[in-house]
């Protein structure tokens, strides 16, 4: 997709921080949504990932429709690269590209934040709020029931 017209367009959007929709789980991570998919016309979603010391995170995992990068903005954050567990800190990267295997996770004693980029920019918030609404509820789903939630949301879990 490329811009066509002669004269440039004034179409920005700007956020203001705090202003995004955010999601506090039960493990006290704050997921903010900064861009989703659906302000950037789908083409890429960004989300901001605040987690406390001891956090945890998402275990072995890979989509099939998305690619999905990480950028450690402060603290350590250990990134499942489809091999192995690294703790990578503030600066590194990580790209996976559809189909590729990761997880991400705050195992160290201090807080953590990660800016997580999905492209193109599907509605990964409603996984989101699913799963804060499952931690938050306390309710325990069965496994046909996880099955078919990462089923909706093009998650495919994995041993690692």
């Known amino acids: 997709?490329?811009?066509?017209?002669?004269?440039?367009e004034t179409n920005a959007v700007a956020v203001p921080f705090g202003s995004e929709q955010a999601l506090t789980f039960k493990s006290?991570?704050?997921?903010?949504?900064v861009a989703p998919g659906s302000l950037t016309d789908r083409r890429y979603g960004l989300y901001r990932w605040d987690m406390p010391?001891?956090?945890g995170g998402a275990g072995p995992h890979f989509h099939r429709t998305f690619s999905e990068s990480f950028y450690v903005l402060d603290g350590t954050i250990n990134l499942f690269d489809g091999r192995r567990w690294v703790t990578r800190g503030t600066g590194d990267f990580?790209?996976?590209?559809?189909?590729?295997?990761?997880?991400?996770?705050?195992?160290?004693t201090a807080p953590a934040s990660m800016l997580i980029l999905f492209a193109p920019g599907v509605v990964r918030?409603?996984?989101f709020e699913e799963?804060?609404?499952?931690?938050?509820?306390?309710?325990?789903?069965?496994?046909e029931e996880w099955t078919a939630f990462y089923a909706r949301?093009?998650?495919t879990m994995v041993e690692g």
């Open 94 to 108: 990580l790209y996976v590209p559809e189909g590729g295997i990761h997880g991400f996770r705050n195992d160290s």
């Open 153 to 155: 949301h093009d998650q």
């Open 53 to 55: 010391a001891g956090a």
């Open 125 to 127: 918030e409603k996984y």
């Open 28 to 33: 006290g991570t704050i997921g903010a949504f």
């Open 1 to 8: 997709m490329s811009y066509e017209g002669e004269s440039g």
């Open 131 to 143: 799963l804060a609404e499952i931690g938050e509820s306390g309710r325990t789903p069965s496994q």
